[in-house]
């Protein structure tokens, strides 16, 4: 029960994956607006792998050592008096990372934001709860808030068969959007089966040469391909990108618009995801779980990329 110590990973310096050790700690204490969660799993995502190695810490110096991770399933054990959107017994999902002023995901108690978690969706275990959040609504945030999709519409979705990538895809073809996107080897095969419209080996064929015309771009890769991409755009067309790093140059000489997304996890947005998931348009894809133990090796997992599908710790 909340109150004593626990396991938790955690960095006390930046570093590769054996940077992360298993350690108990003190059991986190809630403030004003928050909820105490028994985590029964916790996924990764590169953000953390971000915040590891320590590229974040100018833009958000973190006090070591600390607990890291983000996305979080499990059951609420306390929860603050102002506290309205979930109660204690609840299974709920959400965000709980450091950087967002909470105590952490990779442990087995974590004191988070009560924005920013929401009942988890309805015929899900626990474990595919935990894989959802932040891809979730990463795909939401910039499709329907960003891109303000629309039936009839075409976007281009630069690494769909990738964790946000193939929820976007599913989302936009529920909105009735017409998809292009960027596979190679096996993921040319899931994206055709998630609804892609278009296909395009990305090891063969270059994408900016082929299409043209679009709405919307959805770039979940960067790097040099951002600003290329915004070639294949309608005039005020609009590209939104989770990695790359400013286009603006280039989208005012298209006349265009770029935006660099920061996800926003909130109860709002969960809600959101969670009628999706219920609905049978997300479909969850977890990849492969690890102990909390493994905690390194699941790190390893992610960062070679051979793993299709989310890495999961169980707690």
Known sequence: MPGGYMKAAQISEYG?????????????KITRGQVLVEVQAASLNPFDTMVREGYLK???P?????TIGGDIAGVVREVSEDVENVAVGDVVYGQANVVAGNSGAFAEYAATKAVQVAKAPSGLDITEAASLPLIGVSA?????????????????????AGAIGSIAIEIAKNIGAYVATTATGAGIALVKELGADEVIDYKSTKFSETLSDYDAIFDTVGGEDFAKSLSILK????????????????????????????TQVTTEKLKALAKL??????KPRVGKIFPISEIQAAFEARESGAVQGKIIVHL
């Open 140 to 160: 939401i945030q910039a499709l329907t808030e960003h891109l303000k999709l629309a039936a009839g519409q075409k976007i281009f979705i630069h690494g769909g």
């Open 62 to 66: 973190l006090d070591l050592p600390v």
């Open 235 to 262: 005039k005020s067309g609009v590209a939104v990108s989770m990695v790359a790093q400013s286009a603006e140059v280039k989208a005012k000489e298209l006349e265009v618009t770029a935006i660099n997304q920061m």
């Open 58 to 60: 100018e833009r958000i």
């Open 16 to 28: 590769h994956a054996d940077a992360v050790k298993v350690v108990e700690v003190e059991q986190p």
């Open 277 to 282: 998931v219920e609905d049978g348009i997300v």
